[in-house]
């Protein structure tokens, strides 16, 4: 069970955390970065297991910066409504709150991102622009299709869903030929949001292989 904490960007915007910590074995410390429905118990339980597998995490509420206390289902509504925050939000100011979050954590910059959704997308640009130790991108829809030009500065790890319409492949094609050194891994089977055991599209195979993925790369990387 973690505790929410509040946290100050650069610019002066102060925002809510939710933060988990490890037991005393640590195998290091990540930001994970919430999908388009807020810091709510699907990103709450994200951290809750990487604090159980020995990752102190740490996701910050970046929709405070529009709306404070954000927490949506998965219903059309809100899926509509997490969009327009998102937009609202846009691409840079959370760049600001990543990094004040990764500081917060480790001062010494030792520290790995993970998102999911629109939250691989910040991810992805803050790969570019804050230097974090690494990165693992969730399904990040915008990544391929208008952020291609951001490069990363560190090391990157991808995940997609075969059947996510909202990603095509020949898109996924494009950012493996961008960035050949960058792993990009394709799940049979699994559609966007397969990593999330509240939606419909949830995949556990892919999830569960996603996951063992991504912890060897982040025990490669911090």
């Known amino acids: 069970m973690g505790e929410q904490i509040r946290l100050t960007a650069s610019d002066g915007h102060q925002f809510d955390a939710y933060r988990a910590a490890s037991g ?4 290091g410390r990540v930001v994970v970065v919430q999908e388009i429905f807020g810091v709510n118990g699907h990103i709450r339980d994200v951290c809750d297991r990487y604090a ?4 102190e995490a740490l996701a910050p509420a970046l929709f405070d910066r529009v ?25 840079d100011a959370p760049c600001l709150d990543l990094r004040a979050a990764a500081e917060a954590l480790a001062p010494d910059g030792r520290v790995g991102l993970v998102g999911y959704c629109w939250g691989a997308s910040w991810v992805w640009m803050a790969a570019a622009h804050n230097a974090p130790a690494c990165a ?8 391929p299709i208008e952020l291609l ?10 995940h997609f ?10 898109r996924v094609r ?13 799940y049979p089977g699994a559609d966007h949001g397969f990593n999330c055991d509240r939606r ?23």
């Open 161 to 170: 869903g075969e059947l996510d319409a909202s990603i095509p492949l020949e």
């Open 136 to 143: 693992v991108c969730y399904y990040g829809r915008h990544i």
């Open 52 to 55: 159980a597998l020995g990752f």
């Open 200 to 222: 419909s599209q949830y995949h556990p195979e892919s999830a569960d292989l996603a996951l063992q993925r991504t912890l060897a790369f982040f025990d490669r990387n911090l």
């Open 67 to 91: 709306r404070a206390g954000v927490e949506l289902d998965y219903t059309a509504p809100d899926v509509e409504a997490g969009r327009e925050l998102a937009a609202a939000v846009g691409w």
């Open 174 to 186: 494009q950012l493996e030929a961008a960035y050949p050194d960058l792993p990009v891994h394709l």
């Open 149 to 158: 030009d951001q490069k990363p500065t560190c090391p990157v790890l991808l």
């Open 24 to 27: 005393p074995e640590r195998r």
